[in-house]
Each structure stands twice: as structure tokens, then as C-alpha cells.
């Protein structure tokens, strides 16, 4: 038989190579059986890595479902006939989802833009802050209607809310000592002085540290995006390329986070919702060759607008933050003066949670400018005051809301207004 045939051949060989003649017959079968196996075992893994492949696009395809809800009653009007049924989400606290197909045609998720009226930014605000804003004014009533005078014990009352609006120790520290000061040489001394007294202060310590937004130098501006992950990094980065390109700016993003499972996948979906270049690598690869690989893209492409994501596992570990000082170097050697801003991207909800944060990367990364995302969902919102004040850093946008237009550049009196004003002052 042939097999016979093929084995008297193995055993031939392994004799001429110096096997002893009563192993070559056991070696000839034990061969091809360990072939075959190596075979079989390559197979396994060949379809095991197919399965995990589709599963990862399944969880995708499912995402995308997620984003796409029904038009809530009353929101429709004034909207043609096909925009009526559906209009997407787009969340901090979610990534995008991948293209839908349709018809067998790719074809991404529409992007629902806020009607003009809607887009006042004091509105907004107001809408956005309301939870902050309810609790303070709340606890501002009781103070101001429980003390006839500025005692020991209204200050203690009011360092008390402030500290539990997120305002931190430091920050409530200065300002009381500050309003102190001004109601002594003042010729009133009146509770209700307090609040509006508070409101200068905050907006001095807010616009102390004001800087240009969208940061200014030679093109291709370059804007170095870092935070730990679940902050809403890779959305904010998508919600400004799609502004940037809604102004008629071209844009490169940088898929520098290569660690996160689909990370560069999502940024794509935003690179295709804006028309901005996404430039990455396979998961895994080195964050820094990416960033090289981005800044050589933005110059030879003539962009207007770079905006480098970066990995955002935890921020205690000094890997990621050398990752990231490495990251850095290379992008200032490819692009004179850059990263123009290194833009941290911070969660409300997690109040001082995000200071530790910040100073952080601060001392890593020189971070130059905070995004403060999710405030709407926060009754804590002077976070704002704590991290601007405490750490020297501009709040330079801040999250709002879900859509695109509710990630806005940082105003100080409005912040302040909205904050601290009843909405039918506004």
C-alpha cells in the first residue's frame, strides 16, 4: 500500500541520518502524525480567531443599534417625512458605532444637528448645569433666609455647600477668605451680598487662566488628546473633528490609542462622519510610531488640524505616562511648536476624582487645557472652579449635552451665570 511505501522511505531516511535501525520504524509514524496535528492545531486557531473577529462585530453592530432611538413625542415637527422616524444619539459615555449597511451599500448613521434656536449657549448652560445649579440655589435660600448676619456660622454653612458642590477645600478655602475680606471693608454687611460677591470671585478665578481656543500656530495646528479611559476621549475627539470640519478645516486624526480593543475602529467612524483622515496601525503597535506616522500625514496632506488620540489606561501607571512623554517628543520633532495644546479629557461625575487625574498628567504631559465632559449629568459642577483655580489649568471645552454642538468652547461669565443665576434671569 502506499502509505507502507511512504513510511519504508521515512525510516530509510532516518537511517541514512544516523537513527538506529529499530527506532526509524516508531520515528517514521510518530512524523507525520505530529505533522498532522501541527496541522489540525493551526486550523483551530485559524477559525477560533474568525469567530472572535465577528463576535468583536457583532458587539459593534449591536452598539450602533443602541445609538439609534426614536424620536422622542412633539420633537418631530417641522422635520421632512423621512427624518421623522429616527435621528442618533451621539453619547459622552458610549463610543460611535460602526457603518450599518444597508441594501448592501455602506452607509453611516446619520448625524442629527440641533435646530439653530436651540443653540443659544446661555440656554444651554442653563439646561446643562441644572443639577448644579438646583442644589446650590437651594441650599443659597436656606443660608440666606436662616442668618440675619455674616457669622461665624454662616461661613462655616457656606463653605459646607460649596465643598459638597465639588468646589474642593482649596478652592472654598480662598474664596471665603475672599468674600470675607470684602464684606469687612464693606459698608454693608448683608447675607445677601454673598452670592453675588461669589459670582465675581468665581469668574476671576476662571478667567485668570484663560488661553485661545482653538489654540493658535503655523499649520497643521496639533491638538494631543490624553485621559484614562471611559472619560469620553475618543468622542470629544470626534465631536471637534466634525466641527472643524463643518468649518472647512482639514483634519487628521491620529489613532494613538492601541491598546483599547476597537479603538481605532470607532475613531474611524467619526474620521468618516467629519471626512477627516484617520491614520493607525494594527492594535498593538507602538503609540509614538503612530503619532510619527499622523504628523508625517497632516504635512504631506497639507491639513489644517491634527488631533492626536492617545492610550488612557490608568493614570498611576508610570508605563502609560512615559508612553505618553515619548509620544510627545516625537510629535515635537516632526512639527515645530507642537502639540500646540494638550488637551485633557476629564468626567464631571467623578468630581475630585478628575483633580487627582489632572494633576497627574499634568506632571507627565504639561497638560495645557482641560475638557470637561458629562456636566449635564452632574450635580457637582464646581469641579470647574476647582481644577481651573487649584491646578492653574483653562477649562477650555465643556460637555453639555449628547450632540455634537452641546461640546463647547469654555465661557467663564456664562459658566458663571448659568451656575449661579435663576434660569428666568438668563
Known sequence: MNYEIYLNKIS??????????????????????????????????????????KTKQAVLKKTADGFIQEMPPGKSDGLAPGQKEQHAVLTDEQDLPKTQARDGKPVSPPIIEQPV??????????QGLSKTRSSLLRRFDSLFSSHDDVDAGFWEEL??????ADFGMKATQDLVESLGRRLKDSPLSEPNLVQAMLKEEIHSRLSANK?????????????MVVGVNGVGKTTTIGKL????????????LGAGDTFRAAAAEQLSIWGDRSGADVIQQTEGSDPAAVAFDAAKAAVARKA?????????????KINLME??????????????GAPHETLLVLDATTGQNALIQAKMFQEAVE???????????TAKGGIVVAISSQLGLPVQLIGIGETVTDLRPFDAEKFVEALLDKPEMA
Not at 241 to 252: I, N, R, S
Request: charged fraction near 25%.
Open 12 to 53: 530509510n531516511f532516518l537511517i541514512e541520518q544516523g537513527v538506529a535501525e529499530q527506532y526509524a520504524d516508531v520515528a517514521a509514524l510518530v512524523i507525520p502524525f505530529v505533522g498532522l496535528t501541527s496541522v489540525v492545531l493551526i486550523f483551530v486557531w485559524l477559525v477560533m480567531r474568525c469567530k472572535n473577529r
Open 117 to 126: 434656536e436651540e443653540i443659544n449657549l446661555v440656554q444651554r448652560l442653563h
Open 159 to 164: 463653605e459646607e455647600i460649596l465643598i459638597s
Open 211 to 223: 488661553r485661545d481656543w482653538p489654540p493658535q500656530g503655523s499649520k497643521p495646528i496639533v491638538i
Open 241 to 252: 473633528a466634525k466641527q472643524f470640519a463643518d468649518q472647512g478645516k482639514k483634519v487628521v
Open 304 to 316: 489644517d488640524v491634527l488631533i492626536l488620540d492617545t492610550a488612557g489606561r490608568l493614570h498611576t
Open 323 to 336: 508612553e505618553l512623554k515619548k509620544v510627545k517628543r516625537v510629535i515635537s520633532r516632526e512639527i515645530p
Open 367 to 377: 497638560v495645557t487645557g482641560i475638557a470637561l465632559t458629562k456636566l449635564d449629568g
